[in-house]
Antibody, heavy 121, light 107 residues
Framework: EVQLVQSGAEVRKPGESLRISCQAS????????IGWVRQMPGKGLEWMGI??????????RYSPSFEDQVSISTDNSINTAYLQLSSLKASDSGIYYC????????????WGQGTLVTVSS | DIQMTQSPSSLSASVGDRVTITCRAS??????LNWYQQEPGKAPKLLIH???NLQSGVPSRFSGSGSGTYFTLTISSVQPEDSATYYC?????????FGQGSKVEIK
């Protein structure tokens, strides 16, 4: 069974940084992409970026809306993807989802449970 | 960025009604268009990929069509469990984008 399990809820102060993890199981981690999606409270889905990481080959794409503030990476040895957020603002509060990408120009077929991030002074 | 515009933003339907949601892209996207359903408090769920391909396990009352810049999601006979927000998403571009969502309420 394909599963994506994300790290728990986080609280940060403005200006701080944060790393969220997404551990995959039930499939070959290096054969698929992993993407990240933000959902601000009461709002829609925002595509942040996506990564494909195979031994000797990495492809990372970012949304222009997020590329200055986020960094996506993987640790293939533990089937885990990461989303690093820097210079956090209150407006970065929301739920962050990881999802499995079937290909670089495809769709998200499995999703993590979401990680709630609260940025507050 | 390719902008995705959905309409309507919200609708109310009775059980058994036929419901159609449209999604327009600001540029050509071929059939790299997907639809997701998100129930309150849950992660999104893939319904349709490649504009018209029903994801495994999704009820056959859901269907998708379109190509280029105009796409539709149709629920042939809406059920109470279809109360949710629906999103289109393009993956033609290296930077994928979602529509703003269409909320379906069941009367």
């Amino acid at each position: 069974e394909v599963q994506l399990v994300q790290s728990g809820a986080e609280v940060r102060k403005p200006g701080e940084s944060l790393r969220i993890s997404c551990q995959a199981s039930g499939y070959s981690f290096t054969s698929y992409w992993i993407g990240w999606v933000r959902q601000m409270p009461g709002k829609g889905l925002e595509w942040m970026g996506i990564i494909y990481s195979y031994p000797g080959e990495t492809d990372i794409r970012y949304s222009p809306s997020f590329e200055d503030q986020v960094s996506i990476s993987t640790d293939n040895s533990i089937n885990t993807a990461y989303l690093q957020l820097s210079s956090l603002k209150a407006s970065d509060s929301g739920i962050y989802y990881c999802a499995r990408g079937y290909g670089g120009n495809s769709f998200f077929d499995y999703w993590g449970q979401g990680t709630l991030v609260t940025v507050s002074s | 960025d390719i902008q995705m515009t959905q309409s309507p933003s919200s609708l109310s339907a009775s059980v058994g009604d036929r419901v159609t949601i449209t999604c327009r892209a600001s540029q050509y996207t071929g059939t790299f268009l997907n639809w997701y359903q998100q129930e309150p408090g849950k992660a999104p769920k893939l319904l349709i990929h490649g504009a018209s391909n029903l994801q495994s396990g999704v009820p056959s009352r859901f269907s998708g069509s379109g190509s280029g810049t105009y796409f539709t999601l149709t629920i042939s006979s809406v059920q109470p469990e279809d109360s949710a927000t629906y999103y289109c998403q393009q993956s033609y571009n290296a930077a994928w984008t979602f529509g703003q969502g269409s909320k379906v309420e069941i009367k």
